[in-house]
């Protein structure tokens, strides 16, 4: 049994991917917040490459994505502008949706969600695809996971989209989509974020000097800004006192590096690899040098921390980092000479660093994930898990959902389509079975232990069931079971 529950109790389907972290931290931001809210619920979070298309496949593009903007961000930013508005009904996209589809279908009928959400492109359009035929009859949610919109995200049969902002929405909206079906929530980031540490506490619990002020670096997850390296050498050059966290994330060799970098400092560095305690970390740091990621760029945004952008990389970043920079919350540094005049500017001006840290919380939206969750526990509850009047994107009621944003915030002073054929998930057909898909063992392909929820998808894919019916448990059954 991997897992016992009630059987009436909701069921949330999230599909992510493991390209960069962002995604993923959305998927479980909205998990923990339907599961704070509803503890009977099972929400499974699966990986769609790993589990669905080709775990071989996964690893390269995932290796591919990180090669390509770590030393050739401008061919990524190329094939952002060229995909950037793809047809839902041209043949490349048509070719998008049918990765990992039969697959996908033959585990999604098998669970049975009550809804799904995607927070990754991909399995939205391959699930809308499967609605328009009439396969999949369930709410149909995705959250966009940046500060603009990209046609990969679009997609006919999505029911609702929650985006980060006003701006967004009418970029959303200007794709077609009803702008009654976009509801500004912000990006969903984890709880923590609701209660930022106090400065001083957070310093002691990193062991910082708490009578300097602290500029944290974020290399991204996986290591992924570039000229890490550079910006080290850069903040032992400002010429105002100061002391720095850098934060390699799970890029080992970058992390060895910038220990060696940082012995020879005569700024104090601490260099940390990959951490979950964010919340600390911001709640240190007095100014943040980043790539300009949906989420840590929202994290920041809820800690009221002023962000200096370096080197975004073309697409979604520049586009990202231009939001951010035009409501006063971030500066730009294309190269490590405006960086260092940035940063000795801002050290030196605290007023400066108190207008970014307003203007970052006017655009904060700490609970996002909870307004996500909101919407999609009252459409399973039986309501019209519509938004209300001040939560819409459609210009009835302000296009935003908000509370308690916008004022200065703890921590720091300065700163259903019918279709053709076959039994549909979601419709009165749905106690009826597909025949399992085929495909090779999960081990290694999902990144979750056994006996875990994420294993769900993996299971389900390769034939084994999901079994009971109401008022019994629910458990997962193996072939010899």
Known sequence: MLRVRDAHAPRLLILSASYGAGHDQVAHAVRDAVLRLCP???????D??????????????QRLYLT???????GYGLFYRLTG????????QRWLNSLGADRLLGAVTRYRPDAILCTF??????????KGRGRVRVPLYTVITDHTVHSQWIHPHVDVYFVSSPEVARGVSGRGVDPARVIVTGIPIRGGFREIPDPQRAREALGLDPRLPVVLVMAGAFGALGGVPQIVATLMRVPR?????????????????LEALVRQSPVPMRVFGYREDVPVLMGAADLLITKAGGVTTSEALAAGLPMII????PGQEEANTAYLVAHGAALRARNAEELGTAVADLLARPERRAAMARAAWALAR??????????ILAGLAGGTGEPSAGDRADGRGGGEARSGTGAPGPGHGSRRRPGRGGPAVGSAAREERAPAPDGPSHEGRTGVAPGSAGEQGAALAEGREWVGRPGQTVALRGDGA
């Open 310 to 313: 370096y080197r975004p990389i």
């Open 68 to 74: 390509s903007i770590k030393h050739w961000p401008q």
């Open 366 to 375: 700490a609970d996002a994930a909870e307004r996500v969750a909101r919407v």
């Open 121 to 130: 492109p991909t399995p939205a359009g391959v699930l809308s695809e499967w």
């Open 40 to 46: 009977a619920a099972d929400v499974p979070v699966w």
């Open 48 to 61: 769609f490459f790993a589990a669905f298309v080709s775990p071989w496949l996964n690893r390269a593009v």
């Open 241 to 257: 006192p100061l002391q720095a966290v850098v934060v390699a994330g799970r890029d080992r060799a970058l992390a060895a590096r």
């Open 85 to 92: 508005d793809i047809r839902p009904d041209s043949p490349f």
